[in-house]
C-alpha cells in the first residue's frame, strides 16, 4: 500500500509540473492558435534560472526554509521572456501560414538549448540539499517529500486561479472572446497585440514557474525542455488541444502513468505514453476534452 | 460623419472595390443594396479596417481611419454587427454585451451603455445567462446589434441584419434599428434585398460589381432602370 502510495504522489507531483507547462501551452494555443514548441525551453530556462536564484539566496545567508520564496519569484519573473519572444518573434508571422510560426518556435527552442549552455555550461547544475528542507510526511505509511506536497498544492492554486482569471474576470473573458472569434473581438476594441503579449507571457511564466518547482526534486540540464515537449505534446493530445480542464486531466494521466511505469517496468516509461496518445488520437481525434471551452 | 472616397480594394489579384465613395452624415441611415457578391460586405469591412484600400481614403468624424487598425476604428465610436452575428459562443449574453463596455474606455458609463442595449432589445435580459448556441438567429442577430451598441458607438455598421430570418423576425429587427434611430446614432447598413430597406432609410447606394451604380433617396432608385435591373427582381 505504502508503495503505491509513494508512486501515485511521485506521479501527482510530476503531474503538477507538467500540467504548468501544458497549460502555458493550452493558453497559448487556445487564443492566437500557436503551437509552442519553446513551452519546453521556457521549462528549462525557468529551471536554470531558479537554481541561480535559490543559490544566490543561500549564498546571501537566507534561511533555507524560505528558498521556495526566491524560487517562485525567480521562475514567475523570468516569464517576462514571453514579452521578448513575442513581441520580437512571433508577432511577425501570426499572418503567415501555421507552419512559419512552428519553424519559428523551434528555432526558438534551438536558439534557447545554446543560450543556457553558454550562460550555465554544459554541467548539470542544482540546488543541492533543499529538497528535503521541509522534511518528510507519512501518508498511508508512504513517507512524501513536503516539498513535493508544496508544489502540488500550489498547481492546484495556479489551476483554480486560471479558473478564475478566466471565468471571472473582465481580462478572461477578453482573452475568451479572443479565442472564440479574433475578429469580432477586434471590432469590439479588443487591442489584440496587448491581448497576445499577455497572454504569451501568461503562457511563459507557467513553463517558468514549472520549471523552478522541479528543480530542487531534480537537476537542470540543458535538454531538460526537449524532453518535456513531448510529455507537453502527449498532456495536450490526450486532454484536447485548447482545452485548460484538458491539461490537467491529461497531466494527471501522463504524470501517474509514467510514475508506475518507471516503478513496474523502467523501460515502458514513454512507451506507454505514447500508447495512450496513439489511443486517444485512434478513438477521440479531438481528445477527452476536444473543443471544449478553455 | 464617414465619408469614403474613390476606394480600391483589391483581394489578392482581384480588384473587388473600384473607385467606390459613400457618406453617412450624423443621425442619418444609410443603405447599401446590392446582389451578392456585389462588394457590400467587402466595403463594409474595409470601413472597419479589416482590409486595407489600395486607393481612395476613408475618414470618420474628420480622422482618417483607412490604413488604421480595427480596433482604433471601434474606439473611435464605431460600432460592427456582421452577417453571422459573430456571436463569442462560449460568453453569456451579457458577457458578450458587457466586453464592449471594458474595451471602449470613456463615454457613458458602463451602466447607462447596458442600459441602452437593453432597452432596444428588451428579450435579451431574459436570455442573460444563455450562451450563444442556445439562441435562435433572430436572437443572436438582436445580441449582435445590442453588443455593438454597448461600445457606445456614434455610428453603427449592420451587414445584413435581416439575412436568414424568417419573415416574422424581420419586422421586430427592423423596429429595433428605428429606435436605435432615434437614440441618436448614424447608421450604414447593408443588405441585398431592398425591400428589406427600412422605409425611415435617409439615402440609398447601389453596388454591383464593386461599382455604385446608383446614390440617392430610395425612392428615386426605382427610376433608375440600371438599378432596377440589378435589384428590381429580388423579393
Same mark, same amino acid.
Given at each position: 500500500?505504502?508503495?503505491?502510495?509513494?508512486?501515485?504522489? =511521485?506521479?501527482?507531483?510530476?503531474?503538477?509540473?507538467?500540467?504548468?507547462?501544458?497549460? =502555458?501551452? !493550452?493558453?497559448?494555443?487556445?487564443? !492566437?492558435?500557436?503551437?509552442?514548441?519553446?513551452?519546453?525551453?521556457?521549462?528549462?530556462?525557468? +529551471?536554470?534560472?531558479?537554481?541561480?536564484?535559490? !543559490?544566490?539566496?543561500? +549564498?546571501?545567508?537566507?534561511?533555507?526554509?524560505?528558498?521556495i520564496v526566491p524560487l517562485i519569484a525567480a521562475g514567475a519573473l523570468i516569464g517576462v521572456t514571453g514579452v521578448i519572444v513575442e513581441r520580437g518573434l512571433l508577432s511577425f508571422v501570426y499572418e503567415r501560414d501555421e507552419t512559419f510560426q512552428l519553424l519559428l518556435t523551434f528555432a526558438v527552442v534551438l536558439m534557447m538549448e545554446d543560450a543556457i549552455r553558454l550562460t550555465w555550461g554544459t554541467a548539470p547544475v542544482s540546488t543541492s540539499g533543499l529538497y528535503l528542507v521541509y522534511g518528510q510526511a507519512r501518508l498511508a505509511g508512504a513517507a512524501v517529500p513536503v516539498y513535493n506536497l508544496i508544489v502540488i498544492a500550489a498547481s492546484l492554486v495556479i489551476a483554480l486561479g486560471i479558473g478564475w482569471l478566466l471565468t471571472r474576470t473582465a481580462f478572461g473573458r477578453i482573452i475568451r472572446a479572443t479565442a472564440d472569434n479574433r475578429e469580432m473581438a477586434e471590432a469590439l476594441g479588443v487591442d489584440m497585440r496587448r491581448v497576445y503579449a499577455k497572454v504569451f507571457t501568461l503562457g511563459t511564466a507557467l513553463g517558468t514557474l514549472g520549471g523552478a518547482l522541479v528543480i530542487p526534486a531534480t537537476a537542470a540540464m540543458s535538454e531538460m525542455g526537449v524532453e518535456l515537449?513531448?510529455?507537453?505534446?502527449?498532456?495536450?493530445?490526450? =486532454?484536447?488541444?485548447?482545452?485548460?480542464?484538458?491539461?490537467?486531466?491529461?497531466?494527471?494521466?501522463?504524470?501517474?502513468?509514467?510514475?508506475?511505469?518507471i516503478s513496474v517496468y523502467p523501460e515502458l516509461e514513454m512507451l506507454i505514453i505514447y500508447l495512450i496518445v496513439i489511443t486517444v488520437l485512434v478513438f477521440r481525434p479531438r481528445g477527452l476534452f476536444g473543443g471544449a471551452a478553455a | 460623419m464617414l465619408a469614403v472616397k474613390n476606394v480600391d480594394v483589391y483581394i489578392q489579384a482581384s480588384h473587388i472595390l473600384r473607385s467606390v465613395s459613400l457618406d453617412v452624415g450624423a443621425r442619418e441611415v444609410v443603405c447599401l443594396v446590392g446582389r451578392n457578391g456585389a462588394g457590400k460586405t467587402t466595403t463594409l469591412r474595409t470601413v472597419m479596417g479589416y482590409l486595407r484600400p489600395r486607393a481612395g481614403t476613408i475618414t470618420f468624424k474628420g480622422v482618417r481611419v483607412d490604413g488604421r487598425r480595427t480596433h482604433e476604428i471601434a474606439r473611435l465610436g464605431v460600432g460592427w454587427a456582421p452577417e453571422d452575428s459573430g456571436i463569442f459562443p462560449d460568453l453569456t449574453v451579457a458577457e458578450n454585451i458587457e466586453i464592449a463596455t471594458w474595451t471602449r474606455p470613456g463615454g457613458s458609463p458602463a451602466a447607462e451603455r447596458l442600459a441602452r442595449a437593453y432597452e432596444v432589445f428588451p428579450v435579451l435580459k431574459t436570455y442573460a445567462a444563455r450562451k450563444g448556441p442556445e439562441m435562435s438567429g433572430g436572437e443572436r442577430k438582436m445580441l449582435s446589434i445590442a453588443r455593438a451598441l454597448a461600445l457606445d458607438p456614434e455610428m453603427l455598421i449592420l451587414d445584413e441584419p435581416f439575412e436568414g430570418l424568417s419573415p416574422a423576425i424581420v419586422p421586430v429587427i427592423s423596429a429595433s434599428i428605428a429606435t436605435v434611430t432615434r437614440l441618436g446614432h448614424s447608421i450604414l447598413l447593408a443588405e441585398s434585398n431592398i425591400h428589406h430597406v427600412p422605409e425611415y432609410a435617409d439615402r440609398l447606394y447601389v453596388i454591383e460589381r464593386g461599382e455604385v451604380i446608383f446614390a440617392g433617396q430610395p425612392h428615386e432608385a426605382w427610376k433608375d432602370p440600371g438599378v432596377v435591373r440589378v435589384i428590381g427582381g429580388q423579393t
Open positions: 500500500m505504502s508503495a503505491l502510495v509513494s508512486i501515485l504522489m =511521485g506521479g501527482v507531483f510530476h503531474a503538477s509540473i507538467l500540467f504548468l507547462v501544458a497549460a =502555458g501551452l !493550452q493558453v497559448v494555443f487556445g487564443v !492566437q492558435k500557436v503551437f509552442n514548441l519553446a513551452c519546453g525551453s521556457f521549462y528549462a530556462l525557468g +529551471a536554470y534560472f531558479g537554481v541561480s536564484a535559490v !543559490q544566490w539566496y543561500v +549564498a546571501a545567508g537566507g534561511p533555507p526554509a524560505f528558498f515537449i513531448v510529455e507537453a505534446f502527449a498532456v495536450v493530445v490526450i =486532454g484536447g488541444l485548447g482545452s485548460m480542464r484538458g491539461a490537467f486531466v491529461g497531466a494527471l494521466v501522463v504524470g501517474i502513468l509514467r510514475a508506475v511505469a | -
